[in-house]
């Protein structure tokens, strides 16, 4: 089989398209066709090792796990004697979680994994885009406190996290309030938002509505910029994980009113399922702006590094749509 590797951090150059074996399931596991992964921010941070804590957990000079890609839309071809949840031939949409290696042809996953069946009329390739998106999207919601009628403004509601969190949240009934550049401010239109803040032309201070929730999914945004955006029960959530982030969510006990959440997503099945429900009402899409080749996974790195990306990148495995 195919398989992209890196053996070295670095740029994108560092990418190499290789034989390999294919891997063989275990008595627990399931041996996945992949038909498309994705391309994405974890992607190219665990690719040039940034921030540095990415060598604690994947080597401190080279990577442990060579292959990249957490995300993939497949066909299961063979499965382990234990395994009673899926059969071959299924189709399947999940996370390979830190595990990573959706970047090849196949992938031997255990049937405990993050997955779910590519049932009836959602079969397609652009649902490799939406496990890890999806799921941070709607476990930082819940965290905030998502609710119907609420008012919820999304920081970068054109990028991948940020696509799904507008739709999610519209798609529970609160009032959406997106944040882009100008170019991007027709599609989050289109994915639901009630509201568009081009923040090329205007200040978020410029809207002095209050909101329930403030979710940041890019970055840069702290507590102090947006508590005056926040109705006074508002929360505050950011993908971000940094010091004044942890600081003000360490407060939140001793702070009236609102509340500060960031950390890391917890997937989890009940999270990926809930995303299925949402696909399979028509009130969740993938927001797909390329997709690439495997021999093309160069470029594809420094289109998802270059931080212009609209919606998500699709790595076509074996198999995929092409959208262009």
């Known amino acids: 089989m195919k398989s992209i590797i890196y053996e070295s951090y670095g740029s994108p150059d560092v990418l190499k398209l290789i034989k390999t074996s294919t891997p063989e399931p275990s008595r627990n596991e399931l ?36 292959v990249l890609g957490q995300e993939f839309y497949g066909e299961v071809i063979e499965t382990g004697g234990s ?35 590519a049932d009836g009329d959602i079969e397609d390739d652009s649902l490799a885009a939406i496990p890890i998106g999806a ?10 406190g998502l609710k119907k009628g609420g008012r919820v403004l999304i920081n970068g509601a054109s990028g991948s996290v940020g ?24 599609l989050v239109r289109e994915i639901g938002a009630d509201q568009v803040i ?3 032309k205007e200040r978020l201070t410029d809207h002095p509505q209050k909101h329930d929730i403030v979710f940041d999914t890019v970055g840069n945004l702290s507590y102090r910029s947006v508590k005056p955006l926040l109705s006074s029960e508002g929360h505050f959530i950011s993908t971000a994980f940094n010091l004044g982030l942890m600081r003000a969510m360490m407060m939140n006990t001793f702070r009236k009113g ?7 997503t917890k997937e989890s099945q009940e999270l990926l399922d809930e995303i299925k429900d ?8 993938a927001v797909i702006e390329k997709t690439y ?20 990148i699709i790595l076509a495995i074996q198999g995929g749509t092409t959208h262009v």
């Not at 060598?55 to 990577?63: A, E, H, K, S």
Request: aromatic share 8%; charged share 25%; hydrophobic share 40%.
């Open 258 to 264: 609102h509340k500060v959440y960031t950390g890391v």
């Open 293 to 312: 080749s495997m021999e093309e996974i160069k470029e594809a790195h420094i289109h998802a590094e270059s931080g212009h990306k609209q919606g998500n």
């Open 135 to 144: 799921m941070t999207a709607l476990f930082f919601l819940k965290q905030g």
């Open 31 to 66: 041996l996945i066709k992949v038909i498309s992964s994705s391309v994405t921010a974890a992607d190219w941070h665990l690719r040039k090792a940034d921030p540095m804590m990415v060598r604690f957990m994947n080597g401190l000079f080279t990577p442990k796990r060579k």
């Open 278 to 285: 949402l696909i399979k009402s028509k009130k969740l899409k």
């Open 198 to 200: 081009d923040y090329k």
């Open 163 to 186: 696509s799904y969190a507008v739709q999610i949240a519209k798609g529970k009934g609160a009032t959406v309030i997106g944040v882009c550049s100008t170019r991007n401010v027709k």
């Open 83 to 117: 395994v009673t949840r899926f059969k071959p031939g299924d189709k399947v949409f999940g996370s390979t979680g830190l595990k990573t290696g959706a970047h090849s042809e196949f992938i031997v996953l255990s049937e405990d994994s993050v997955i779910s069946r």
